[in-house]
């Protein structure tokens, strides 16, 4: 199936710091989600973008929908411990099916 | 909210033996469902899409014989890992759109070891 470059592929940052990931694809996508996966557990939606453009924010958390639509990025502000996981970026391609990113694994350091 | 069960959440089979994945939506009709395969560290991969009523589609490259759908009804899919082998050792989830937007409900998932 069909994946997206998501970069970095890990991140290791002290607490308060700003995080910054993104996604490229060379298909065009008409929406994008953002996830986070923790350990033995199912992906679980952040941030929802279906417009390009659009720049959307969950709580510390902001994602922008490429002009392009080929491609997103997704911020977190003032890490805490808790947003330690491995965040998905996920597009949607034809039909409903979605296609996602290689994943960024982030740790946050007390 | 919208819920995907999906059982069992662990499970270790012998080699050469099959294993069944049930995800059902608790309190919503799905009549689509999506099967993922994440190895360790990986994203998730889609594997087939399942359609109530209809034969599933797969992605290339997936065997349709080795993993079979089957969507007999409107809050059921289940995935069976036909004759499993070692290489079939994974985590396998499952996810359904639910409502308008492309929102979807994820399964908890399936961590199946084969020995």
């Known amino acids: 199936g069909q994946q997206l470059n998501q970069s970095p592929q890990s991140m290791f940052i002290q607490e308060g710091e700003d995080v910054s990931m993104n996604c490229t694809s060379s298909s065009i996508f008409n929406t994008w989600l953002w996830y986070k996966q923790d350990p033995g557990e199912g992906p679980v939606l952040l941030i929802a973008?279906?417009?390009?453009?659009e720049l959307t924010s969950n709580g510390r958390l902001t994602a922008q929908f490429g002009i392009t639509r080929k491609d997103s990025f997704l911020n977190i502000s003032a890490s805490i411990p808790s947003d330690v996981g491995i965040y998905f970026c996920a597009g949607q391609g034809t039909g409903n099916q979605f296609y996602f990113g290689t994943g960024t694994s982030l740790t946050v350091i007390p | 909210g919208a819920v995907v069960s999906q059982h069992p959440s662990r499970v270790i089979c012998k080699s050469g033996t099959s294993v069944k994945i049930e995800c059902r939506s608790l309190?919503?009709?799905?009549?689509?469902m999506f099967w993922y395969r994440q190895f360790p560290k990986k994203s998730l991969m889609l594997m087939a899409t399942s359609n109530e009523g209809s034969k599933a589609t797969y992605e290339q490259g997936v065997e349709k014989d080795k993993f079979l759908i089957n969507h007999a009804s409107l809050t059921l899919s289940t995935l069976t890992v036909t004759s499993a082998h070692p290489e079939d050792s994974s985590f396998y989830i499952c996810?359904?759109?639910?409502?308008?937007?492309?929102?979807?409900?994820f399964g908890s998932g399936t961590r199946l070891t084969v020995v």
């Open positions: 996810s359904a759109p639910r409502g308008a937007g492309g929102r979807f409900t």
């Open positions: 973008l279906y417009k390009a453009g």
């Open positions: 309190d919503f009709q799905a009549t689509t």
